[in-house]
């Protein structure tokens, strides 16, 4: 009889302990906000492989003063890269390609560094950012280095060799989309719903017109001291989808930053890397797979001179973030948009960070990161997990 009451007792002082930090969680959301000018913040944190944690702060909607809540959907920017490598190492697995092959055998024209013609440029160089391509000619079309189109292709490439350098490009990624669609003969963004978004059972899609758009939180500029809305951020590109043509048009949908989803969700996106390609009984990569995109391709992002530190497939592992723990994921920015999905993937923990706009003339922590985003997680980390 004692142990059952010593047991419930127990039982209720973590229920009371969880309570605490909860509301703890909701005053640092709300000072953390008002530190930072931020329109809105809605985080997820993991916790032993579990969401323990959703919380939002803040407006979804200046004009109209609705709350933000962790249900809303926001555009998240790069993290989206996640979903495109994602889509990549399936289509790998399943044998469509190796890494290592010559991506211009696919896209059915030649795709070369006009400083280095003779080196090929891979799928596993467009997922690292070391294929030597960049984003100064434009990111928008594959127009822009197919030499039928553009004859000097050269405004899309540095002078680096092919594989020997870092630099984050966005063309690399709306290039893999195209791949998506050659090698699944699938648009991607259905792709994406039928292979990664409908298993995991979360609401979010690359095509606007998939979702309510009455869900969507307004993402904000911050433009001469006041907020701004980016309506452009949720673009139906009706007209665009209507003309669209497979292995082509993928950089409609921006699968280099074009993926709407809300915070718990993503962390459901982040539980997949965090447990060897699984969400509770769903594989949605092999282990393999998941070790190969964790796994630093070249000291790029924001990395230590720590060799466990780097950019693998569309996921940055840093040492920066958090004092004392290597953590692995990605940000991202855009339209006013700051994001943030980091996990400790031994450990068990993670955050989702997603905010709609803040004072963006705020200097950069130490850390290379947003101050929204270093801030958050660093609140929540000790509150939850320190």
Known sequence: MKKIIFLFFVSLTLLSCSGRQTRKADRCLQQIAEDVNAVGISVAVIRDNQIIYTGASGLKNIQTEEKLRPSDLMRIASISK???ATAIMQLYEAGCFDLDDDIGDALGFPVRNPHHPDI???YRMLLSHTSSLSDKGGYFTLDVIRPEITPDVSGSFNEYAPGTGYQYCNLGFN??????????SERFDQYIRNN???????????????LDTNRFATLYAFEEGRFVPSPQAYNPRTEEIDNYVEGFSAPVFSPTGGMKINAPDLA??????MNDGFFNDTEILSPQSVALMQTPQSPGGRS??????????ALERTDKLIEGEIMTGHT??????????FFQKD???????LCNGCDSSLPLRENGFMPVQTDVINALYDIFIR
């Open 82 to 84: 996640s979903f495109t």
């Open 120 to 122: 090929p440029i891979t």
């Open 175 to 184: 290039t893999l989309g195209v791949l998506v669609e050659i090698h699944s």
């Open 196 to 210: 990664i978004l409908d298993p995991l059972g979360v609401y979010a899609s690359f095509n606007v017109n998939d």
């Open 268 to 273: 459901r996106h982040a539980l997949i890397q």
């Open 304 to 313: 230590s001179e720590d060799e466990a530190c780097g950019y693998g497939f």
């Open 332 to 341: 991202g920015s855009a339209y006013g948009l700051y994001s943030a999905m």
């Open 347 to 353: 450990k068990k923990f993670g955050f989702i960070v």
